[in-house]
Each structure stands twice: as structure tokens, then as C-alpha cells.
T-cell receptor
Framework: AQSVTQLDSHVSVSEGTPVLLRCNYSSSYSPSLFWYVQHPNKGLQLLLKYTSAATLVKGINGFEAEFKKSETSFHLTKPSAHMSDAAEYFCVVSDLSGGYNKLIFGAGTRLAVHP | NAGVMQNPRHLVRRRGQEARLRCSPMKGHSHVYWYRQLPEEGLKFMVYLQKENIIDESGMPKERFSAEFPKEGPSILRIQQVVRGDSAAYFC???????????????FGPGTRLTVL
């Protein structure tokens, strides 16, 4: 079965410092992986997705994630945090066992950015 | 191209009432998914529909919950006789009809926040 584990429920950084949000996945086949962001009381926005092309995936707003099969990880990074990055971030794996794309969400990581 | 539309954005119901949540997918999308987000949790899959067909409802509670996606009009998630535990954010997502096998992107609506008093 597909699953994702987000290793930190809360991450706090200072503005201008790097961001690292950790995600490990479990998959019985080559997975499709996504990061979504949710700002307070808003919907979800796709940051980036990995679909077995390049292992380093660049997304919007300066975010990127690296797929590491040996570590079963898909950590999200950004070199320099902005105040506007404060939000909830979800690591997501696609479960295709039913013949269609069912998304399995991690529990989320709440990112706080301090001035 | 308008995004996924959901209405209402906020819905308050008393215990025992019915809640109807609507989702209009993006133009050209024929696949609709409903997810539920309980407070302080990630989203959980509920149901996957195509036009006039329920493909997978394995994530939906067996009682009181139903979903449809008619040939014309929005997809509807219906909760009968709501209880306090139904209070949550309900998100709809849509994707285009082509299934590439590599994980088609789902585009999410803003959600409906249901509060049961």
C-alpha cells in the first residue's frame, strides 16, 4: 500500500533562512509524488510533482524537491524563506492500484516564518 | 479558464439536518474526487466519480453520505442527518479525462467548511 510520512508536524524558520520539510514514502512501485501547499482557510495549490523524470523537481515560488529512491524520501526545500511561505504543506503519493489516481496525503507540516 | 468551484464556502447545520456540497470541475475535466479534512489532519480520500458514474467510494462512510456527478451540473456531496463529527473541510478536486498512468494532476477547489452545531 502507498503511504507518506511527514516527519515534522511543525517547522519554524527565520525569514531568509533555508527551509527543509521532510517526507518519506512507501510504495510498491515507482511512485508519483507531489507537494501541495495550503494557506489558512484556502484551498490546496500544487507546488511540484515528481513522475519518474528528473529526480530533482523544481516547483513554483522557489521550492524544489529531490526524489531519493535509496532513502525513500522526497524532501521539500527552499533556499530562502519568505513570510508569505507560512502555510501548511502536504506531501502526497499517488496510489494507482485501483487503476486511477487516488491521492494519499501525509498529515501535513505547518511552516512558520519569523521576521 | 476558471478553476474548480465549490459552494458554499461555509455551511452551518444543526444536528440532524442535511448538508449539500457542490463542486464544479474545471472546464474540460470529467473526473471529480472528494476529500475530507478533519481539524489538524491531512486530507482523506472519500469518493471518485466520472460523469454519471461512481468509480470508487471506498473512502466514504457507508451511511448518511452519498455523492453524484450528473451528466449536467455540478457534482454533489450529500450528508444526511449530520452529526458533530461531520464538521470538517470538504475539498473537491478535478482532473482531465486522459489517464496517463503517471499520476494526473488534480486541481483542488477552495473547499467547503462544514460546521455542525
Amino acid at each position: 500500500a502507498q503511504s507518506v510520512t511527514q516527519l515534522d508536524s511543525h517547522v519554524s524558520v527565520s525569514e531568509g533562512t533555508p527551509v527543509l520539510l521532510r517526507c518519506n514514502y512507501s510504495s510498491s512501485y515507482s511512485p508519483s509524488l507531489f507537494w501541495y501547499v495550503q494557506h489558512p482557510n484556502k484551498g490546496l495549490q500544487l507546488l511540484l510533482k515528481y513522475t519518474s523524470a528528473a529526480t530533482l523537481v523544481k516547483g513554483i515560488n522557489g521550492f524544489e524537491a529531490e526524489f531519493k529512491k535509496s532513502e525513500t524520501s522526497f524532501h521539500l526545500t527552499k533556499p530562502s524563506a519568505h513570510m508569505s511561505d507560512a502555510a501548511e504543506y502536504f506531501c502526497v503519493v499517488s496510489d494507482l492500484s485501483g487503476g486511477y489516481n487516488k491521492l494519499i496525503f501525509g498529515a501535513g507540516t505547518r511552516l512558520a516564518v519569523h521576521p | 479558464n476558471a478553476g474548480v468551484m465549490q459552494n458554499p464556502r461555509h455551511l452551518v447545520r444543526r444536528r440532524g439536518q442535511e448538508a449539500r456540497l457542490r463542486c464544479s470541475p474545471m472546464k474540460g475535466h470529467s473526473h471529480v474526487y472528494w476529500y475530507r479534512q478533519l481539524p489538524e489532519e491531512g486530507l482523506k480520500f472519500m469518493v471518485y466519480l466520472q460523469k454519471e458514474n461512481i468509480i470508487d467510494e471506498s473512502g466514504m462512510p457507508k451511511e448518511r453520505f452519498s455523492a453524484e456527478f450528473p451528466k449536467e451540473g455540478p457534482s454533489i456531496l450529500r450528508i444526511q442527518q449530520v452529526v458533530r463529527g461531520d464538521s470538517a473541510a470538504y475539498f473537491c478536486a478535478s482532473s482531465p479525462p486522459t489517464f496517463s498512468g503517471s499520476g494526473d494532476t488534480q486541481y483542488f477547489g477552495p473547499g467547503t467548511r462544514l460546521t455542525v452545531l
